[in-house]
């Protein structure tokens, strides 16, 4: 079973709200990354938290990391119609250089 | 840089046939990733290499697939013989593995076996 497990699996919001998508984790981490891919695309990075950090912010993303309860989440801020998407967390185990990801957000941004 | 590249972006074939796809990661990265994406089963890690090695192939299907990288600058995943339960999203991606373990993704082989 993948390691991350995103919630909710899909998510319709207004332009201009705040998106907020959560993760879930099994075992210890070393980090912990939020991918976006837009339809057809390949899956883009777009930050990464360790796991000795509790929150990290990048433009309009926040991401907070609960390592005690193995949980993160993701907040896009003043969505745009440009953010409509699927967002994946991605977890790599302590001492292992691969990536397990979850099944993903679908976001979508109505105008 | 170019980024990850694949290739082909879409490949059509006939159940039994043999199938090749290519990787070029971006200059520089010694870690390669091939992944598999449904709507079924998401995103899966198949095989993944480390200065040209492969370190964990567990997540490859069965036999009938198979991954090479005989240099640093090349990888090929193949699929013989095919069948339509093959028909998926390949994803092949690279890093560094001496940093944050980010990687970055090709654009995708689209594979369709009917």
């Known amino acids: 079973s993948q390691q991350g497990e995103e919630d909710p699996q899909a998510l319709s919001i207004q332009e201009g709200e705040n998106a907020t998508m959560n993760c879930s984790y099994k075992?210890?981490?070393?980090?912990l990354q939020w991918y976006r891919q837009n339809s057809g695309r390949g899956l883009v990075h777009l930050i990464l938290i360790r796991s000795n950090e509790r929150e990290k912010h990048s433009g309009r993303l926040r991401v907070t990391l609960d390592t005690s309860k193995k949980s993160s989440s993701l907040l896009i801020t003043a969505s745009r119609a440009a953010d409509t998407a699927s967002y994946f967390c991605?977890?790599?185990?302590?001492?292992?250089?691969?990536?397990?990801f979850g099944q993903g957000t679908r976001l979508t941004i109505n105008p | 840089d170019a980024g990850v590249i694949q290739s082909p972006r879409h490949e059509v074939t006939e159940m039994g046939q043999e199938v090749t796809l290519r990787c070029k990661p971006i200059s520089g990265h010694n870690s390669l990733f091939w992944y598999r994406q449904t709507m079924m089963r998401g995103l899966e890690l198949l095989i993944y290499f480390n200065n040209n090695v492969p370190i964990d192939d567990s997540g490859m299907p069965e036999d009938r697939f198979s991954a090479k990288m005989p240099n640093a600058s090349f990888s090929t995943l193949k699929i013989q013989p095919s069948e339509p339960r093959d028909s998926a999203v390949y994803f092949c991606?690279?890093?560094?593995?001496?940093?944050?373990?980010?990687?970055?993704f090709g654009p995708g082989t689209r594979l369709t076996v009917l």
């Open positions: 991606a690279s890093s560094f593995s001496g940093s944050t373990n980010e990687q970055f």
């Open positions: 075992t210890s981490i070393n980090n």
């Open positions: 991605a977890t790599d185990k302590e001492g292992a250089q691969k990536l397990v």
